[in-house]
């Protein structure tokens, strides 16, 4: 494991997913996406990380069956040192849900939510360092916060990770771009009242595809659903889709592919 292909702290570096069915949930990904699944670590009970021509992009996670937890897409940022992260954040006013602990040589883990309760992950790379494969149909390429404003959370996530902040100088827009080394790794959206009430704030994860028509039809033929039909937006072809067990996450054939 070379320092070079290490994340640098903040960028995003994983996704994750736990699920009531694993089973059914890798069938749905792995017909929408052309995923394998090989198996992860256990320590918070079965997982399977998801394979795109041998290269991990993704996780999945079996909830316990006594847990009534949202399911959701959570996206993990990379840092140095967990333990130093996860005091941080608590200090900004965020939570630490779990962790930090380690996932056996995978690396070091904690699941926390930042002030306005939108949950991500920290990941301190071990032995995995994270997504291995980026840009192809059905890998992430993008991850962005959804939230109420951006101005109060933005503060605590530069204060946390130490982004460079750029905002879209627009009347009616609220939106932030993180920058780290120069390089943009996510966007901060504020929506307003527009923000969906039994969800709250939280991290949206964008898949790339190579077709998003026919990927939100498939969506739809595999068990999911289709909550805004495919649009163009500045990122590209869009659409906001869920899988069978209502995890929303965004498809995109990006703008230039």
């Keep these: 494991?070379?320092?070079?292909?290490?994340?640098?702290?903040?960028?995003?570096?994983?996704?994750?997913?736990?699920?009531h069915?694993?089973?059914?949930?890798?069938?749905?990904?792995?017909?929408?996406?052309?995923?394998?699944f090989v198996p992860g670590p256990q320590q918070l009970?079965?997982?399977?990380?998801?394979?795109?021509?041998?290269?991990?992009?993704?996780?999945?996670?079996?909830?316990?069956p006594d847990r009534h937890l949202p399911v959701a897409w959570t996206t993990y940022l990379a840092t140095?040192?967990?333990?130093?992260?996860?005091?941080?954040?608590?200090?900004?006013?965020?939570?630490?849900?779990?962790?930090?602990?380690?996932?056996?040589?995978?690396?070091?883990?904690?699941i926390c939510s930042d002030p306005t309760?939108?949950?991500?992950?920290?990941?301190?790379?071990?032995?995995?360092?994270?997504?291995a494969e980026a840009g192809a149909p059905g890998t992430p390429v993008w991850n962005e916060l959804l939230t109420y404003e951006t101005s109060a959370v933005g503060k605590f996530y530069r204060t946390v990770f130490g982004y460079e902040v750029e905002p879209i100088v627009s009347a009616?827009?609220?939106y932030l771009t993180l920058h780290l080394e120069g390089r943009p790794v996510a966007s901060l959206h504020g929506v307003g009242t527009a923000l969906p009430r039994d969800r709250g704030a939280?991290?949206?994860?964008?898949?790339?595809?190579?077709?998003?028509?026919?990927?939100?039809?498939?969506?739809?033929e595999l068990g999911g659903q289709v909550l805004r039909p495919p649009r163009e937006g500045t990122a590209g072809r869009l659409a906001l889709v869920t899988d069978p067990e209502g995890a929303v996450f965004t498809i995109v054939r990006s703008a230039g592919s």
């Excluded at 494991?1 to 699920?19: F, H, I, N, Y």
């Excluded at 041998?54 to 999945?60: D, F, K, L, M, T």
């Excluded at 608590?90 to 070091?108: F, I, K, N, Q, S």
């Design 1 to 19: 494991m070379t320092e070079a292909t290490r994340r640098t702290p903040g960028a995003p570096c994983w996704v994750s997913l736990m699920v």
């Design 21 to 36: 069915g694993l089973d059914a949930t890798q069938e749905f990904y792995g017909a929408l996406f052309g995923w394998e």
């Design 45 to 64: 009970g079965p997982y399977v990380r998801a394979l795109l021509d041998g290269r991990e992009v993704a996780g999945i996670g079996q909830l316990p």
């Design 80 to 110: 140095d040192d967990a333990d130093e992260t996860a005091e941080t954040i608590r200090c900004c006013g965020g939570t630490v849900a779990v962790g930090p602990l380690d996932a056996g040589d995978a690396g070091r883990m904690v």
């Design 117 to 131: 309760g939108a949950v991500f992950g920290v990941w301190q790379a071990g032995a995995h360092v994270g997504t």
């Design 172 to 174: 009616d827009l609220d």
């Design 202 to 220: 939280h991290w949206m994860t964008y898949f790339e595809v190579a077709d998003t028509d026919a990927a939100a039809r498939l969506v739809t």
